[in-house]
């Protein structure tokens, strides 16, 4: 899938043959809805997967890992042959938008008069993100995947992120315990963290949208409170717990969210220790992110001690 041996029709006949042998394990008519056979198996479904859309997925991927490699040299050959498919494309030195519009299959402007003449890992990409719904980012050359709720970022990126939840833990250290860190919880959610403070379960998800701006906090925000009600009742349903999600999000260069500070008492106890920790840890030598100087900062009352950027 990943070099292209068999193009997607090859893909869909392949599914189409497995469908046809799956119905007739389970002794099925032929002509029997493949819902049943393409549902989670969290629903009661097969759960089979689709070979026609993991080519897809392993086309993107392969685009996504040349311009992510750790080998500097694979990375700027990448990003150059990218800008040069594009540049065919549209007529000009490509922009940061003019790559993500041109690998998230945008149609409009010069993209819907021109067209590519010669195939490659790029146009692939491009091609396969359109069937799939997946959208790209671009900021000084560096990538970034939307597909969905789920974001993947170029290892900076992640790297962030992780050095916010480990401040996160050590906030939550002087005030409770933490059950788990990245693991699945109720079959398919994954929540950063889950925490028992003060007697609650507590939740903790930290988001950081590509994007540092208000409303690209209010998108992804949204996107977390849409998600996580599952994981509440499950909580309560399996194991007769009340648990709180606390959502914390921060900027790709460092802003605080002020809805970050409209939350319940508990939340805000932990935010606000986060906020102390990551200055105490700042003066001490500690982990850097530009977070410790751009964010707003709570002290015990909550009350910001910095003004938001």
Known sequence: MRTVQLD?????????????????????PTNASVNYLLAHRKFGGCGLPSAADDSDFYLIDTAFKLL?????????????QLKRTVSHRIGRPPTDGDLTSFLSGSME??????????????????????RQFVTWSFSQGQPSISFGDETLTERKFCKRHNDIVARIKTAIAFKGTILSENQVVDDDLLPDLVAEIDGNIVIIDITIPFENRRGAF???????????PPIVDFFKTAHNRDAIVVLIVVGSLGSWDPENDSCSESQLHLTSAFCV?????????????????????????????????
Not at 218 to 228: H, L, S
């Open 277 to 309: 920790n990551s200055v105490s840890l700042t003066a001490s030598g500690g982990v850097g992110i530009s977070i410790s100087n751009t964010s707003p900062v709570c002290n015990s009352t909550g009350v910001k001690l910095l003004p938001h950027p």
């Open 8 to 28: 997607k029709t090859s893909w869909k006949a392949v599914d189409t043959f497995v469908k046809g042998e799956v119905k007739n394990h389970l002794s099925l």
């Open 218 to 228: 209010a998108e992804a925000r949204q996107r977390k409170i849409t998600k996580y």
């Open 68 to 80: 992510t490699s750790k080998g500097e040299d694979v990375t700027l050959q990448a990003l150059g």
């Open 109 to 130: 402007g010069k993209y819907k008069t021109t067209s590519n003449q010669l195939s490659n890992v790029w146009t692939k990409a491009r091609k396969a993100s359109s």
